[in-house]
DNA sequence: GGGATTGTTTAAAT
DNA sequence: GATTTAAACAATCC
């Protein structure tokens, strides 16, 4: 749910919120939700001040005044809220973080998926998921963006998912971008003209930049740093719209399974290349 | 209670 | 051996 642009609005928010803050204190609700335990985590951030919020991928990073930094991975249904000191405590919160001036930022997931670590930046760098992370799609130019996909095999959403092959993009933004560039969702990467791949580029960063620019997508549950939700579900052409008209065309949106995840498509907007012209022919060996 | 939900890891297949 | 696919995993909701 929190992709790319809804970990940059929570980051933009936040960081007006807390930077330049001073950690005060730690609670810790739910010991999962800080893998290191809570000795090493108040060892590392007691004390700190908070000099900057970033993200990266769909990670948020608080950069403390001791060279280490505070990541946290919302997955599913994590959230980071701003509250006025002691209040608005839920069964949900699982990690308090007290600032000094009356205010705590509280880490509250539902499922229990996300996590929150401290690092510093030698473990930083070598953490396995960080150091293997694609480049930011809004920071990648269309030729670099063609070398990523243009002669791979895979199913071009997969690739989208992929977060080794590009960074912070997931189900919506995967199904909204494909859909504005006119591809099926299970075409292969190497079966695309140029062009297509170039068109993906540019729709991708299209949608990513007027996702950022309303605040998100709120569809279930996500809202921001000040626990305000975003607009752009709004705005969505397929995503969660199976069964509805397609916004350009009108025909009747189709959902498949494409990487293991419901993508919804345009039958008539997204056609495949070559294999669904002949309907199911198929070369080479056929088991019964 | 089965199925869907998510991003990521791991195992298996090509 | 590299690339790709599928299944597993976490917890919860409907």
Same mark, same amino acid.
């Given at each position: 749910?929190?992709?790319?642009?809804?970990?940059?609005?929570?980051?933009?928010?936040?960081?007006?919120?807390?930077?330049? $803050?001073?950690?005060?204190?730690?609670?810790?609700?739910?010991?999962? %939700?800080?893998?290191?335990?809570?000795?090493?985590?108040?060892?590392? %951030?007691?004390?700190? !001040?908070?000099?900057?919020?970033?993200?990266?991928?769909?990670?948020?990073?608080?950069?403390? *005044?001791? @060279?280490? %930094?505070?990541?946290?991975?919302?997955?599913?249904?994590?959230?980071?809220?701003?509250?006025?000191?002691? &209040?608005?405590?839920?069964?949900? @919160?699982?990690?308090?973080?007290?600032?000094?001036?009356?205010?705590?930022?509280? +880490?509250?997931? /539902?499922?229990?998926?996300?996590?929150?670590?401290?690092? +510093?930046?030698?473990?930083?760098?070598?953490?396995? +998921?960080?150091?293997?992370?694609?480049?930011?799609?809004?920071? !990648?130019?269309?030729?670099?963006?063609? /070398?990523?996909?243009?002669?791979?095999?895979?199913?071009?959403?997969?690739?989208?998912?992929?977060?080794?092959?590009?960074?912070?993009?997931?189900?919506?933004?995967? *199904?909204?971008?494909?859909?504005?560039?006119?591809?099926?969702?299970?075409?292969?990467?190497? *079966?695309?003209? !140029?062009?297509?791949?170039? =068109?993906?580029? /540019?729709?991708? /960063?299209?949608?990513?930049?007027?996702?950022?620019?309303?605040? #998100?997508?709120? +569809? %279930?549950?996500?809202?921001?740093?000040? #626990?305000?939700?975003?607009?752009?579900?709004?705005?969505?052409?397929?995503?969660?719209?199976?069964?509805?008209?397609?916004?350009?065309?009108?025909?009747?949106?189709?959902?498949?399974?494409?990487?293991?995840?419901?993508?919804?498509?345009?039958?008539?907007? &997204?056609?495949?290349?070559? $294999?669904?012209?002949?309907?199911?022919?198929? =070369?080479?060996? $056929?088991?019964?």
């Amino acid at each position: 749910m929190p992709e790319l642009p809804e970990v940059e609005t929570i980051a933009r928010g936040l960081s007006d919120l807390i930077t330049k $803050q001073c950690i005060r204190d730690v609670l810790v609700n739910w010991p999962g %939700s800080i893998p290191q335990g809570e000795k090493v985590f108040r060892e590392r %951030s007691l004390g700190r !001040t908070i000099q900057a919020v970033r993200r990266r991928a769909k990670l948020l990073i608080l950069d403390l *005044d001791n @060279t280490a %930094s505070l990541i946290v991975h919302l997955r599913m249904t994590g959230k980071v809220l701003v509250v006025p000191s002691g &209040q608005c405590r839920d069964k949900h @919160t699982h990690l308090v973080v007290r600032l000094d001036r009356g205010e705590d930022v509280l +880490f509250n997931d /539902q499922r229990k998926f996300g996590s929150c670590r401290i690092l +510093f930046p030698e473990e930083f760098a070598h953490w396995p +998921f960080y150091a293997t992370l694609g480049p930011e799609p809004l920071e !990648t130019g269309p030729e670099e963006f063609n /070398q990523l996909f243009g002669h791979r095999r895979a199913g071009i959403k997969s690739l989208l998912l992929n977060q080794r092959i590009i960074a912070g993009v997931g189900n919506i933004y995967a *199904d909204e971008s494909l859909f504005r560039a006119g591809i099926h969702p299970r075409e292969r990467a190497a *079966d695309l003209p !140029t062009e297509k791949i170039f =068109a993906l580029h /540019q729709k991708l /960063q299209e949608v990513l930049r007027e996702a950022i620019g309303a605040g #998100g997508s709120s +569809f %279930s549950d996500y809202v921001n740093a000040l #626990g305000k939700r975003g607009d752009f579900q709004e705005s969505f052409s397929v995503y969660g719209r199976k069964g509805l008209a397609c916004p350009c065309c009108r025909t009747v949106l189709e959902a498949e399974k494409a990487a293991g995840r419901t993508s919804t498509f345009c039958p008539g907007c &997204q056609k495949r290349n070559r $294999q669904g012209a002949s309907g199911t022919r198929r =070369a080479g060996k $056929q088991k019964i």
